[in-house]
């Protein structure tokens, strides 16, 4: 089954050609598209993806969700893939993927694992591989047979923050979701400017916010204010 691949960005310049090589380079000639999706880089991100091989494209609204969106409503093939800018897919993406396919799943993610050796983090990766749904999160990839994105109505247009937990939420209340057991490579660059267990502390707290449906704004206002990280 051919894949679009939808990556949104903001300012991936370091990172957006590795990505787009490595998902080229183990595509089993599978890959239709990889469509990059920016909104307001300031680094030429949009360039480089351009220069790499993707098509580029400039989101009319800010934020993940809604970029993705975007980025689907120009894809062309049955299945969409949905990679965050500064990740790495596995070298058998694609044979994993068509697999869970054909074992009927429409939905599923990877596992993930961090760029950085620091001890501590491999905690975080040790539980994606459970069936959670505070395990899971953007970073680990998303693959979505078209039909039932379409059905979902895609990611939610409202949604600044939690829009992938949100999907799967959707999703599972109907379909099977599938948890490959094979790790996406993600950046640690959070952790490079705040403490660990201060990260986890933040991301339990707008955790319970969602599951107690506080509203977007204040999830996201909460999120960057208590953490020194990019504003995204």
């Not at 969700?65 to 897919?89: C, E, I, K, R, W």
Request: glycine letters at 6%.
């Amino acid at each position: 089954m051919e894949v679009s691949i939808i990556i949104p960005v903001l300012n991936e310049a370091e990172n957006i050609q590795r990505l787009i090589n490595r998902l080229f380079s183990h595509s089993q000639n599978l890959v239709k598209e990889i469509i990059v999706v920016d909104h307001a880089s300031t680094d030429g991100t949009l360039d480089l993806a351009k220069a790499a091989g993707a098509i580029p494209l400039l989101s009319p609204q800010k934020g993940r969700g809604p970029q993705m969106n975007y980025g689907a409503q120009h894809a062309s093939a049955p299945l969409l893939y949905f990679v965050h800018g500064d990740t790495l897919p596995p070298e058998c993406y694609m044979q994993e993927i068509q697999k869970a396919i054909r074992e009927g799943f429409p939905i599923g993610c990877f596992r993930f694992k961090f760029d950085s050796p620091r001890p501590l983090l491999a905690i975080n990766s040790y539980f994606t591989r459970f069936d959670r749904l505070w395990c899971r999160g953007g970073d680990q990839s998303l693959f979505v047979k078209r039909t039932l994105f379409d059905q979902l109505n895609g990611f939610r247009d409202d949604f600044i923050i939690m829009e992938d937990y949100d999907i799967i939420v959707r999703a599972r209340q109907n379909h099977p979701f599938k948890i490959i057991q094979k790790d996406v490579l993600i950046s640690a660059r959070k952790f490079d400017t705040n403490p660990y267990l201060w990260v986890q502390i933040c991301n339990l707290i707008v955790f319970t916010m969602y599951r107690r449906g506080y509203s977007q704004e204040q999830m996201y206002n909460t999120y960057n204010n208590l953490l020194n990280y990019r504003n995204e």
